[in-house]
């Protein structure tokens, strides 16, 4: 094991680099790196510096996810993969994502050169937020051969398709197909802040996730009357976003009341959108999140009907549209209690959580046992600049990660979970 100041050194260093790579952004001031911006390719450049001295392959796949394996000692063996995305909302922090694809590296570089009995892939995703296109997961989704024609379709707000941002990113759409996970590969894990509170009220450096919440996206629109705010009486009108802002109350109030269910209304606009004119439309996002897939889908159910009462008694007309249904997804048992023997060793006393984030973990889970290790979000703020972690916390999750690779060297049963890959 290294010394607890070679970790700790590292841990600067990785702190360091989630905000170099926080400084690539589409925007002046602020990180916002979308689906294949010309910031990721700077991303791409950086991390690919990192891994060179290395001996590690570097490359970008069809749906520019960065790939780079770490050779195991022996050919044809098996593989872990390590990564998170590179994709950020806008005005993001510097650690949603990128600080799980940092950490991978570290742990390359820690090993200084020791051959392991299997090898490390460490992956970049190039989309998880769904920020550009409204759809998640598009670089994970290759991974497992989810990412179809329909999704390859869909367009951003100036009308470009996913398959055209691949084109224009001098990548090929017609090599998706080669970017499905290497059929070697035995396990997923990823390394992510918690972007919650919980870990700090515990007083806890690290989380071990056993579950990652279902979620539910869809667009709201709400059609009435436009008119001219100065000459029409009240009860005449037929308000879009007065119809829409009763409907997020009841929305809201339906979410308070159900133990455990979130909704959000996080986007929305309206026509024509001037302050003298009444609202003709108000097109607005939901998202629906819970552990229990039940509980989610019928939550969306009752939302649906809100909205069409709602309408109805304003006279208005409402449509509803889904982009996302996302299953929850349980965390692999046995990577899962390898994570908790690992995380004792480094002193932290394991807490399992269910991850109301989603992540490409639940993603990779369709196809390769999956497990994620949270670090301490401080003050539970994340998705802004106010993000961070602890230098003390990044290094004790380098250290369960290296006993982690340690325990997966060792245990028999990890060892039959690899020869099955
Ligand atoms: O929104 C989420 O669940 C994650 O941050 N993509
Ligand atoms: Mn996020
Ligand atoms: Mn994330």
């Not at 539910?216 to 005449?236: D, K, V, Y």
Request: aromatic residues 4%.
């Amino acid at each position: 094991m290294r010394t607890t100041k070679e970790i700790t050194t590292r841990a600067e260093e990785v702190v360091a680099r989630c905000h170099k790579l926080a400084g690539f952004s589409e925007d002046k001031g602020s990180t916002r790196r979308t689906f294949l911006s010309a910031p990721m390719r700077d991303c791409h450049r950086e991390i690919a510096e990192w891994l060179r001295p290395l001996g590690v392959e570097v490359s970008i796949d069809a749906a520019g996810n960065l790939r780079a394996v770490y050779a195991a000692s022996g050919a044809g063996s098996p593989q872990l993969m390590i990564g998170s995305h590179l994709d950020t909302v806008p005005n993001a922090g510097a650690f949603d994502g990128i600080l799980g694809v940092v950490i991978a590296v570290a742990l390359l570089e820690l090993l200084n050169g020791q051959r392991l009995p299997f090898g490390i892939e460490v992956v970049g995703f190039s989309e998880e937020e769904g920020v550009r296109f409204g759809t998640p997961f598009i670089g994970s989704l290759a991974l497992i051969g989810g990412l179809n024609a329909e999704i390859l379709g869909r367009r951003d707000q100036q009308g470009i398709s996913i398959r055209q941002a691949i084109e224009d990113f001098q990548l090929n759409p017609a090599e998706i197909p080669e970017a499905v996970l290497n059929a070697e590969t035995f396990g997923y894990l990823e390394f992510h802040i918690e972007q919650g509170p919980v870990l700090e009220k515990l007083g806890r450096s690290l989380g071990v996730v056993e579950a990652i919440a279902g979620q539910s996206r869809l667009e709201f629109i709400f059609a009435g009357r436009a008119n001219h705010a100065g000459t029409t009486p009240m009860h005449l009108r037929h308000d879009a976003i007065a119809g829409a802002a009763e409907w997020i109350t009841a929305v809201e109030r339906q979410a308070q009341e159900t133990p455990g269910l979130l909704a959000t209304v996080g986007a929305i606009n309206a026509e024509p959108g001037v302050v003298n004119v009444i609202a003709g439309e108000a097109r607005m996002t939901l998202e629906v999140r819970h552990a229990s897939d039940e509980v989610r889908n019928s939550a969306v159910e009752k939302m649906i009907d809100l909205a069409q009462q709602t309408a109805k008694r304003r006279c208005l007309a409402v449509s509803h549209s889904s982009f996302l249904s996302q299953r929850a997804v349980a965390m692999d048992r046995l990577l899962v209690k390898a994570i908790e023997e690992a995380m004792r060793k480094t002193g932290c006393e394991p807490h399992r959580m269910v991850s109301g984030a989603g992540h490409d973990a639940m993603i990779l889970a369709e196809k390769v046992p999956a497990a994620m290790i949270f670090l301490r979000t401080p003050g539970g703020r994340s998705h802004d600049p106010a993000e961070s972690v602890e230098i003390a916390d990044v290094a004790k999750a380098i250290e369960c990660g290296l006993h982690l690779l340690d325990q997966l060297c060792s245990s028999s049963a990890l060892q039959k979970r690899m020869c099955r890959a």
